[in-house]
């Protein structure tokens, strides 16, 4: 038996099961191996019947008597009494006949499964079972579970698996042996077996150690291979110039804060080293970001390069072309902008300017990688909340230049150290962690459903002083679900009855385009006094004048979701509110946390344990990541791996002697570069 041998080679795997396991992309021995399981049962202790208590549990005993019967036409039991030396106890399966003919009278098996109450007496309910002196797969150890579906069963695959323990014993190691031994892993062997039949708890643990680790040292090696790779890169040279920092610094309202200055300098260097740029900054809603931003454009527009700006909604590119136009026209530099609802004709005069070199600065939405538009020296390019971009997008929008220009990427999404380890390992990284003077932190609170008449009371006293505030809903319209609120409907509730004498505008995802620029428009100048949205608002929406935030089915959103939404309001000098209603009475531990902090960056590490890495890791970055057991609160281990990862690049290692490394790392090198 190979690897590369088909699944129907295995012993066991007849045409029909080797159909459902195609459904599932398991076509090879391969695949089956390492088709991992999602949990584990541990029914490794054995218990005497006479010490047995209500829950999951294996015993041995003998089969004193077997019966079945049929008590309805579709049901099926099959009842036995089981006996050791301290007692007896009865078992009962629900339509598995076959158990009567399976079981021998006398013979010794383990049963596992549920003790539980039925019909007035303790029984085991539809226990696994398997004779004492055989190999148990499904009894008297810890049990994998497999992701069953397309009509495989788990036990199915615990018999197919079964056959594979010698392949499993053969198979080379996949790691270069001075990391196996450095780092104390499990052998590529023992891990196998370990992850598919547990010896025990430790041995279990051992192996999904080992897992994440070569997990973790995929993506990593090829995160610092791709970030040697840009550091070699020949890029467009800006260098830093002081008058010119000092004409746009005193052109602004306000005063920079040191995180901004310090992330600018930072930005500078880059831009003056001779390689491109690859830098990310984050900082928490409000923080200044666009700011840092516009002055790297201004540096780059004052020596003739351009900046194309790209953000993931029109609301928000329209938003930005309109404030980097506040900060830079004045300095004598053109901006642009160019969305998809953009006039034909607009849209044809912006790209000729644009190829031209009369435009500095190009913002827009998706429509700036299309195809036809071209620039004339493009030197820097800024992506906005970049995680919502995929790596493809990305690369288009670089492929616009002559020359590999500057890449600064930035997210109001905090991310987790851990998390910058691994898929944001090829960038550098800016962190703007002060908030500009005179922000207040913005009271949270979680109220109640049957409490939801006072958060109305409050947003009348904030409107009556002339502010405004927002009402999010998670659906557009009502669903199966009626303790969930939607925007049309508490649309028509609100206007015509707690809030008929206020102006209420409605905004969700499904309008048109120039209808939710027209609402928005209404919001920002101050005609609407409440808006009633959905999740449409989340990134970027700046209306100093809004100061309240309710949040409906406050539950139904993620962490740092529900942080962005709550970022839309205390964006002014006035004291502002955010109330969080859940769907329900119950309130979950992510509300409670986002009560009691407005730190971004605490709450992404809260949302990281509570959620897990699949959710992140899908936010963070397009493509496929095989990440099973990789736990990214475990930064002793990233670490590790990245030492490891270091010393793979260093030593100049042949890949070629370890197949399965090289292609992995080949695989993460084109998911995550950007060149």
Not at 22 to 34: M, N, P, Q, S
């Amino acid at each position: 038996m190979l690897l590369s041998s088909r699944v129907a080679e295995v012993k066991g795997v007849g045409p029909a099961l080797a159909e459902r396991f195609e459904a599932l992309h398991i076509r090879t021995v391969k695949d089956l191996i390492y088709f991992f399981p999602r949990k584990y049962d541990d029914f490794s202790q054995v218990t005497k019947i006479d010490d047995l208590v209500p829950g999951k549990v294996t015993i041995k005993g003998t089969v004193e008597s077997v019966v079945g019967r049929y008590i309805k036409r579709r049901l099926h039991i099959t009842e036995a009494i089981i006996a050791d030396e301290t007692s007896k106890v009865r078992a009962v399966w629900f339509n598995q006949p076959y158990r009567a003919t399976q079981l021998a009278k006398g013979d010794e098996y383990y049963f596992s499964g549920a003790y539980d109450f039925q019909r007035n007496r303790y029984v085991l309910s539809n226990p696994a079972t398997e004779k004492a002196d055989s190999f148990g797969v499904s009894t008297a150890r810890i049990v994998p579970i497999y992701r069953e579906s397309k009509g495989l069963k788990s036990q199915q695959l615990r018999k197919v698996m079964k056959e594979l323990l010698p392949l499993m014993d053969a198979l080379p190691e996949t790691l270069p042996p001075v990391l196996v031994k450095k780092f104390r892993l499990a052998s590529v062997n023992e891990t196998l077996k370990n992850l598919h039949f547990p010896q025990n708890t430790e041995e279990l643990e051992r192996a999904k150690r080992r897992t994440a680790f070569e997990e973790l040292i995929w993506l990593i090696t090829a995160s610092l291979i791709n970030k040697n790779d840009q550091a070699g890169l020949t890029g467009w040279r800006i260098d830093f110039k002081k008058p010119i920092a000092d004409a746009f610094v005193k052109t602004l309202p306000f005063k920079m804060t040191g995180a901004q200055k310090k992330a600018a300098w930072e930005i500078f260097q880059d831009m003056e080293s001779g390689s491109p740029m690859n830098r990310l900054v984050q900082g928490d809603v409000g923080s200044g970001k666009t700011v840092v931003g516009a002055m790297a454009a201004y540096l780059a527009a004052e020596q003739g390069y351009q900046t194309a700006f790209m953000a993931p909604t029109e609301i928000l590119a329209t938003q930005h072309a309109t404030s980097i136009a506040n900060l830079l026209e004045p300095l004598g530099v053109r901006v642009g902008l160019l969305v998809g609802s953009t006039k034909t004709a607009q849209k044809s005069q912006l790209k000729k300017k644009a190829s031209k070199g009369d435009l500095d600065i190009i913002v827009g939405t998706h429509a700036l990688i299309q195809g036809d538009t071209e620039f004339n020296k493009l030197g820097l390019v800024i992506i906005d909340e970049q995680h919502r971009f995929g790596v493809r997008q990305r690369s288009e929008l670089l492929t616009k230049s002559k020359h590999m220009p500057h890449l600064l990427s930035m997210t109001a999404t905090p991310i987790p150290r851990s998390l910058q380890l691994t898929v944001y390992g090829d960038l550098e990284v800016s962190i703007i962690d002060e908030m500009p003077k005179g922000r207040q932190p913005i009271e949270t609170e979680v109220v109640k459903p049957a409490a939801r008449h006072t958060v109305y009371e409050k947003i009348e006293a904030q409107i009556r002083q002339g502010r405004q505030a927002y009402v999010v809903c998670p659906l557009i319209t009502d669903g199966i679900n009626a303790e969930l609120k939607s925007v049309q409907t508490e649309y028509e509730r609100l206007n015509k009855s707690i809030f008929k004498h206020r102006q209420v505008g409605l905004l969700h995802g499904q309008m048109k385009a120039d209808e939710k620029e027209h609402v928005m428009r209404q919001f920002k100048s101050g005609k609407l006094d409440i808006l009633i949205s959905t999740t449409v608002i989340e990134v970027g929406v700046d209306v100093p004048n809004a100061t309240v935030m309710l949040i409906e089915g406050a539950d139904r959103f993620g962490l740092a979701q529900l942080h962005q939404l709550r970022g839309r309001v205390g964006r002014g000098s006035e004291q502002s509110y955010c109330y969080l209603i859940p769907s329900g009475d119950n309130v979950s531990q992510r509300l409670r946390e986002l009560e009691k902090s407005n730190d971004g960056f605490y709450l992404a590490e809260v949302d990281l344990k509570l959620r897990g890495p699949g959710e992140v890791y899908g936010r963070a970055q397009s493509g496929k990541l095989d990440m099973s057991f990789v736990n990214l609160a475990d930064t002793r281990l990233i670490k590790q791996v990245r030492l490891a990862a270091a010393w793979l690049i260093q030593s100049k290692l042949s890949l070629v002697k370890y197949k399965e490394l090289a292609d992995k790392v080949n695989h993460y090198r084109r998911l995550t570069s950007l060149n």
